[in-house]
């Protein structure tokens, strides 16, 4: 819980703070920031397929945990730092730290649910871990509006990092209820030292990333995307390798994992657009006013922005940035969140040089969290209902379930461009909250499902290498969730852009069903 309270804070506020041209920000555009924010997330994911090996083979989950928090600590307070430098360097140490925390926090859990008593509990055991994370998740946000609208971005960066450091110390606290289940297992004579496997993938991606980077033009639509994109392609490919140098009880279990990695690309790519284009929706294109009646209240909270109006502020387009530039790249002109006024009726503009009072947009950012902590439990109980009746889906159906239902969330935001017409007028914040709602649903019945399959089917010696793995698909899909958003600007029907995250969520849904015999199959034969 406090591990994602730290992480979110910093998630919630990063998009903004890169945007931001009026409170010390970093007076980026959205298509540069989305860029750096999908980067970012993409990196974050990539490094659990180290932290995840060197725990599995050398430092044990415990103490891979705490290097971990205390990396990622360091770098959200380094993020109050003024300079390029202090900002990359501080994203560095969160992405190390990531790396270590992630794979192994989950690793862990499942070795304690691999007690024979408890191991048919294990689907609900992951719903309920999933939903004390989102807890963190949940409440961070009001933190992080408090402290960036009364004191500064940086306070909020420094409250995230207190957040990792008390996680750290809730770890060691609680160490009797899990320090039996870290117990890591040896290794056969046909595995690969870590240093070879450090060899054969680290340095080819740093190589390949490298290439890249330099490529003449852009492949993927920018440098960091190209250098990602062939950087990842050493670890993909490893991941491959121990497919095929696998033995025959391994082999099977192996296919399924990877073959369910592949798929939830696209579940990321479209989910964790909720930092970036659905960002944006907030911000811009949702009525944020707040009742008069409640102002003083959540004034007093720090929940609140304000934005003033004036006439020549208000540009024609999206795509027009909200600061001009001279010569040499300094700003010379900002606008205090011109497009929130855009699709404003001549009725509900207010007059000129006076504010408008409206809810923080990092607010939004708790919709998805809140959904969790509410669903989750009734998930659970649906899934023992059901088990106690011998009808519970299989974890493949229930992962099949999941790329349904996300599917259909695209198109509750569909629904809102039309109901807006496009953005002249203000949408109402029910449709981002019933979209959150929907693909909430789809990610209870699949990430921490996925979670689940890979304690489940995982050889005990590889657990957390493919926790990794699992990580890896995520990180994929984060970064090309950063390609999406970035084209949010050249459509001129928002309702076509997430008609496109509908279509791919949907072709892989059928990719899934086509699936399902085989991978019903071998979680029976393997899984238990």
């Not at 993020?79 to 390029?84: D, E, F, R, Y």
């Not at 509990?121 to 989102?134: A, E, H, L, T, V």
């Not at 503009?349 to 919709?367: M, Y």
């Not at 990180?475 to 008609?499: M, R, T």
Request: charged share 15%.
């Amino acid at each position: 819980m406090w591990e994602r309270f730290g992480f979110y804070m910093m998630l919630g506020i990063f998009f903004l703070y890169m945007t931001d041209t009026q409170s010390g920000g970093m007076s980026l555009d959205r298509k540069e920031a989305a860029d750096i924010y999908g980067t970012f997330i993409a990196l974050v994911y990539l490094t659990p397929f180290m932290g995840g090996l060197i725990a599995d083979r050398m430092l044990g989950y415990r103490m891979s945990i705490t290097l971990g928090g205390i990396l990622m600590g360091v770098g959200y307070c380094g993020l109050a730092l003024p300079g390029m430098t202090a900002f990359y360097s501080s994203l560095l140490l969160i992405i190390v730290g990531n790396g270590f925390f992630k794979p192994n926090i989950s690793t862990l859990l499942g070795n304690v649910y691999n007690k024979p008593e408890y191991k048919s509990q294990k689907d609900s055991g992951y719903n309920i871990f999933y939903m004390g994370i989102n807890i963190g998740a949940f409440i961070c946000n009001f933190f992080a509006a408090y402290l960036r609208n009364n004191y500064s971005w940086g306070a909020a960066f420094i409250a995230a990092g207190i957040g990792m450091f008390i996680g750290v110390i809730v770890l060691w606290a609680g160490n009797k209820h899990y320090g039996h289940a870290d117990v890591r297992k040896p290794v056969k004579p046909e595995d690969m030292p870590v240093a070879k496997i450090l060899g054969l993938t680290l340095v080819p991606a740093l190589i390949t990333g490298y290439i890249g980077w330099i490529i003449p033009e852009n492949i993927f639509g920018s440098d960091s995307t190209d250098a990602f994109i062939f950087g990842a392609l050493p670890v993909v490919v490893f991941y491959l390798s121990l497919l095929l140098r696998s033995d025959a009880e391994d082999r099977k279990p192996l296919a399924a994992l990877l073959s369910v990695f592949a798929v939830a690309i696209v579940f990321w790519a479209v989910f964790k657009q909720n930092g970036t284009a659905l960002t944006t929706w907030a911000e811009s294109y949702t009525d944020r006013q707040i009742p008069q009646s409640v102002v003083p209240l959540a004034t007093g909270l720090g929940m609140t922005q304000l934005v003033t109006y004036q006439k020549d502020s208000v540009p024609l387009a999206d795509e027009q940035f909200r600061f001009a530039r001279d010569a040499t790249d300094k700003v010379i002109k900002t606008w205090d969140y011109p497009l929130y006024f855009k699709n404003l009726s001549k009725e509900e503009l207010p007059a000129e040089g006076s504010s408008l009072v409206l809810f923080s947009t990092e607010l939004a950012q708790s919709i998805n969290p809140f959904w969790v902590i509410v669903l989750t439990p009734l998930i659970v109980a649906l899934w023992s209902f059901l088990r106690r009746r011998n009808k519970e889906p299989s974890t493949a159906w229930k992962i099949f379930y999941g790329f349904l239902i996300t599917a259909l969330s695209t198109l509750v935001m569909v629904t809102a461009s039309y109901a807006c017409h496009n953005g002249l007028e203000k949408s109402s914040i029910v449709w981002l909250i019933g979209s959150y709602g929907v693909i909430t649903v789809g990610e209870l019945c699949l990430s921490p499902m996925a979670l689940s399959l890979v304690s489940k089917l995982s050889p005990p010696r590889l657990t957390a290498l493919l926790m990794g793995g699992w990580f890896l698909s995520t990180s994929i899909g984060n970064k090309l969730s950063g390609v999406l958003a970035s084209l949010w600007d050249s459509y001129e029907h928002k309702a076509n852009f997430f008609l496109v995250n509908f279509f791919l969520v949907l072709i892989t849904t059928l990719i899934i069903l086509m699936m399902l015999r085989w991978l019903n199959r071998i979680i029976k034969e393997h899984g238990g």
